[in-house]
C-alpha cells in the first residue's frame, strides 16, 4: 500500500524568502512521486515528477524537489517566493505510471507575506 | 490543446436526489480517473477507466459510478445523494503511456442540502 504525508498544512513565508514544503511517502515498490500545486477555485497542475533517473527534478516555475530513497522524502523547494507562488501544493505518490490512481498527500497551504 | 473539460462546474442537488458529471479528457488520453475533494478527506481516488472499462476503483460506496465512452469521454454518477457527498469533483486524463502525471479539470462542486 502507497500512502503520502505532507509536514505542515500551512506553511507562511515572505517574499524573497525559501520555500520548503516537506513530503514523506511511503510505497511497497519503486515509487513515482509527483508535486501538483492548485489555486483557488481551480484543478491541480502538476509541478514536477520523479520516475526513473537523476534525483533532484525541476519543475515549472523554479520549483525543484530532490528525492531521497534513504529517508522516504520528496521535499518541494524554491529559492525564492512570489507572491504568485501562493496557492495549496500536493504531494502525490503513484505505483504505476500507465494508471490513473494516485494517492496524495493532504495538501500543504503557501502563504507569501509581502 | 484543449485541457480537461468538465461540466458542470456547479450544481445543487437535495438529499435523496441523483447527479451525473461529466468529463471530457485531453485529446489522446485514453484513461480518465475521477477524485473526490473535501476539506477533511482531502482528495480520495474514486475510479478509473480505460479503454472503457473500469480499471481501478477506490473505497467508495456502490452509490457512486461512473462509465467511460468510445471516444474516451466519461461519466460519473451519484444517486440518492447524502449531505457529506458535497464536494469537488475532480476529473482527470492521462496518456497511459508511462507517464504517470495527471491533467486535472477544473473540477464540479456539488453541494447537497
Known amino acids: 500500500a502507497q500512502s503520502v504525508t505532507q509536514l505542515g498544512s500551512h506553511v507562511s513565508v515572505s517574499e524573497g524568502a525559501l520555500v520548503l514544503l516537506r513530503c514523506n511517502y511511503s510505497?511497497?515498490?519503486?515509487?513515482?512521486l509527483f508535486w501538483y500545486v492548485q489555486y483557488p477555485n481551480q484543478g491541480l497542475q502538476l509541478l514536477l515528477k520523479y520516475t526513473t533517473g537523476a534525483t533532484l527534478v525541476k519543475g515549472i516555475n523554479g520549483f525543484e524537489a530532490e528525492f531521497k530513497k534513504s529517508e522516504t522524502s520528496f521535499h518541494l523547494t524554491k529559492p525564492s517566493a512570489h507572491m504568485s507562488d501562493a496557492a495549496e501544493y500536493f504531494c502525490a505518490v503513484s505505483e504505476d505510471t500507465n494508471a490513473g490512481k494516485s494517492t496524495f498527500g493532504d495538501g500543504t497551504t503557501l502563504t507569501v507575506k509581502p | 490543446k484543449a485541457g480537461v473539460t468538465q461540466t458542470p462546474r456547479y450544481l445543487i442537488k437535495t438529499r435523496g436526489q441523483q447527479v451525473t458529471l461529466s468529463c471530457s479528457p485531453i485529446?489522446?488520453?485514453?484513461?480518465v480517473s475521477w477524485y473526490q475533494q473535501t476539506p477533511g478527506q482531502g482528495l480520495q481516488f474514486l475510479f478509473e477507466?480505460?479503454?472503457?472499462?473500469?480499471?481501478n476503483k477506490g473505497n467508495f460506496p456502490g452509490r457512486f459510478s461512473g462509465r467511460q465512452f468510445s471516444n474516451s469521454r466519461s461519466e460519473m454518477n451519484v444517486s440518492t445523494l447524502e449531505l457529506g457527498d458535497s464536494a469537488l469533483y475532480l476529473c482527470a486524463s492521462n496518456r497511459a503511456e508511462g507517464t504517470g502525471e495527471l491533467f486535472f479539470g477544473e473540477g464540479s462542486r456539488l453541494t447537497v442540502l
Open positions: 485529446s489522446g488520453h485514453r484513461s
Open positions: 510505497s511497497s515498490v519503486p515509487p513515482y
Open positions: 477507466y480505460f479503454s472503457e472499462t473500469q480499471r
